[in-house]
Each structure stands twice: as C-alpha cells, then as structure tokens.
C-alpha cells in the first residue's frame, strides 16, 4: 500500500515546477491525491500554496443575505428552502441603501469583498433594477461585488456585469455522481450552463461545493475533478462543511445519525487537494468554521485554504465573531489580503 502511494505520488501527481494550471485532471488522478500520505499531501498543498500566494495573507469575504427563505429549489441541506419546514420565516428583497450600508460596515470591519445572497431559484428581470443599484453603491465603497442568484440567462449575466459585478457565485454542491441526493430541481448541467454564461459575461467566477452531507471520498474527488477541468478555474473556490439544519433531509440524517458531518482531518484532505488541483484558486472556509476548533483552521491555512467569510453569519448559519478571527489572526501571524483593510490593520503591518 505505502509503495502503491509512493509511486502514484512521485510519478503523476507531485505538483508542477511552474504551477501553471491545468485543466488535463482526470478523476483517478484527483483520487490519488486524497490518497497521498497526509503529511505528503500538505506539504504538496503547502508547496502549491507558496508558489502562488504569500501564505501570511487570508482574504476576508462577508456575505449578506438580501433575500431570505421561500426558495423554490429543493437543495437537501438548506434552510432556506420552501419544501423543508425549517421555521425560517420567509422576507422580501432588501433595499438597496441597506444594503450598501451594510456594505459600510463590512469595509470597515476589514471586507475585502461583499457578497450579496438570495435565495432564489433564478434571477427574474423585474429585479435587476434594484439589484443593479446595490451593485453600484457596494463598488463604489471600494469593495469587490459579489453575487449569488440562482440560476442567470445569458443576458442576465451581461447585464449585471454592465452594474459592476465582480464575482458571481454559483456552487456545484458535490460530484455529478452524488448530486441526485442533493437536489432534483435543477440539474448539474443547468449549473454548468449559469456558469458558462458568467465566463462569457467577463465575471469571475465563484464555484465550490459542500462536503459532509453523507458523500463518499469519491463524490469529494469527483467534484474537485470537475471544478479543476473547467474552461477556466474558479477565482474563488468555496469549500462548505455542512452544517445540519432540523427540518431539512440532509441535516435531520447526520443529525439523527448522531456522526460528525465529516472527519477534520478528511476535510483538511479536501482543501489540500482543492489547492494543488486549482493552484491559483481562493480557497476559501465558508459554511461550518464557527464549528472548527483554531487548530483545525490553522491545519487548514497550511494547506492552501487563503479565503475566510467573516462577519458573525453565513446566509441563515453562525461563523466566528471579528473578536475570534482577530485572535487567530493575531496568534498564526496572518493579515487580511488586498484592499479594504481597516486603518488598524494596515498600520499594524
Ligand atoms: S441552496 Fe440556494 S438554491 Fe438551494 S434551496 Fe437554498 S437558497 Fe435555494
């Protein structure tokens, strides 16, 4: 066995000199990655990692929910979802000066990007206006845009990059193979095809998946494997652990099961491999640090994640509070990345 991984290691899979990516991954490939000795796997990760970004420097993203609950879509493990009785309380489209205060507020706090989140199953064109002038007003604060929509048309796409939209959001959720268990509403390939048409718009692209909703190592590779053979690689790839909401199918199995979600060190696994897949990808922590202890982040830091969501909640799920975040920052010697950090945090470089 050990020979096995030795050999797959040196002889397919140890990163390349140039770290230049490639889109040529196939699925065995990604396979062995996981199967690479831990200590093996991080230091690749980690080498991945410093080839591309100086590994003292985490960017801060923080994402507001602008339209909460009713969603039309069936994803097993959200709360927001209107099949799923979860006793979220359904609200209206947000203001676009809220917002953008929000927006403020965020900037202040150290953001570097702001990300604007409805649960919807699309975009309909009879809210483009307003969602147009929040983009604007959160630009104009010196922020990166970024949203999250549901599925988008073509045009869409066009039209909201004319509004000054940055990044767009759209998850694969989990491999092809395991999807059907996730969600039956919308299919991979409609995702696939959002996806296109933010490339084609000019936008980045933000695209990752959930891990811990009962997927095997496989469905975890297999979704790597897709975002790694992509025209082009996500800017930023989100990895979720999920985090079990009562009411939903997805949730209401771990949470009656009574197992963790997935194993900590299986999940450092996952972002290791994210980074050496995806060399120049943000990989970012999204759903379920609030429940990740500091070492286990730290694990996480070392093995290419570079990406954080901060501000106290994710859409309807808790993160850490700026006080928790400083304190990791402060005692591993990282610093927020790029624009939008507070007076304090530059001075203190
Ligand atoms: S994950 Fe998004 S698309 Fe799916 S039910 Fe929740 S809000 Fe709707």
Redesign the pocket.
């Known amino acids: 066995m050990t020979r096995f991984k030795r050999r797959a290691m040196t002889q397919t899979h140890a990163p390349q000199a140039n770290n230049a990516p490639r889109h040529d991954w196939t699925l065995p490939q990604v396979e062995a990655l996981f199967e690479l000795p831990f200590m093996e796997l991080v230091f690749q990760a980690a080498s991945v990692h410093r080839a591309g970004f100086d590994p003292s420097e985490v960017q801060l993203s923080q994402l507001l929910s602008v339209k909460t609950g009713g ?1 039309a ?3 097993g493990y ?1 709360s ?2 209107a099949h799923f009785k979860t006793g979220l309380k359904a609200e209206k489209l947000m203001d676009a000066d809220e917002v953008i205060a929000r927006a403020r507020a965020a900037r202040d706090g150290g953001a570097q990007r702001f990300c604007m989140g409805a ?3 699309e975009l309909k064109d009879r809210d483009l206006p307003r969602l147009a002038a929040m983009i604007g007003g959160v630009k104009a604060l010196g922020l990166e845009t970024c949203a999250t929509l ?1 599925m988008l048309t073509a045009d869409q796409a066009k039209q909201l990059k004319d509004a000054g939209l940055d990044y767009y959001n759209h998850n694969l959720d989990t491999g092809p193979e395991y999807y059907g268990d996730v ?1 039956s509403t919308r299919t991979y390939q409609e995702r696939l095809d959002t996806l296109a048409y933010v490339r084609d718009a000019g936008m980045s692209t933000c695209c990752g998946g959930i891990v811990g909703m009962g997927e095997t190592r496989r469905d975890r590779a297999s979704l790597l494997h897709q975002l790694a053979t992509l025209p082009s690689h996500p800017d930023s790839l989100p990895i979720n652990g999920l985090v079990p909401v009562s009411g939903t199918p997805l949730g209401d199995k771990i949470l009656r099961d009574g197992a963790k979600a997935i194993d900590s060190i299986e999940f450092v696994r996952t972002i290791a491999v994210a980074r050496i897949v995806c060399p120049r990808s943000m990989v970012r922590l999204s759903a379920g640090r609030d429940d990740m202890s500091r070492e286990l982040q730290a694990l996480c830091f070392l093995a290419g994640a570079n990406s954080i969501f901060v501000g106290g909640k994710l859409l309807t799920t808790p993160l850490p509070g700026q006080d928790e975040d400083s304190a990791l920052f402060q005692a591993l010697d990282l610093r927020p990345m790029g624009v939008g950090r507070t007076a304090e945090a530059v001075a203190a470089e």
């Open positions: 969603c879509e069936n994803c959200c927001q979802s649960a919807w199953r549901g969600v």
